[in-house]
């Protein structure tokens, strides 16, 4: 059984920069993507980021495209997001993915979940 656990939420300031990170615990297979999505109050989960297989291509939604960057580290079973040029729309939660197997990177349907770490601009 596969655990992720996110840390790096917080408050920060529009303009600001935070660093997301999402350990995994248990195997997580080189070949499936992992993936960030988000969740404001009132709103659906949103995707952000996702990372493919092996690392080799990276996935971004509009809304967060030049500003964040995904990143995995597979020996350390790591997933990171940096967040640069951050916007009062970008509050939210925000949740780590990982798939057993490759699927399509920004579809929603991962097989395991964090708990969710929070994210919150002020302007």
């Known amino acids: 059984q596969v655990q992720l656990v996110e840390s790096g939420g917080g408050l920060a300031q529009a303009g600001g920069s935070l660093r997301l990170s999402c350990a995994a615990s248990?195997?997580?297979?080189?070949?499936?993507?992992m993936g960030w999505f988000r969740q404001a109050p009132g709103k659906e989960r949103e995707f952000v980021a996702a990372?493919?297989?092996?690392?080799?291509?990276?996935f971004y939604s509009d809304s967060v495209k030049g500003r964040f960057t995904i990143s995995r580290d597979n020996a350390k079973n790591t997933l990171t997001l940096q967040m640069n040029s951050l916007k009062p729309e970008d509050t939210a939660v925000y949740y780590c993915?990982?798939?057993?197997?490759?699927?399509?990177?920004?579809?929603?349907?991962?097989?395991?979940w964090g708990q969710g770490t929070q994210v919150t601009v002020s302007s």
């Open positions: 993915a990982a798939s057993r197997t490759n699927k399509p990177p920004t579809a929603p349907d991962y097989d395991y």
């Open positions: 248990g195997r997580i297979s080189s070949d499936s993507p």
């Open positions: 990372i493919g297989n092996l690392g080799r291509s990276t």
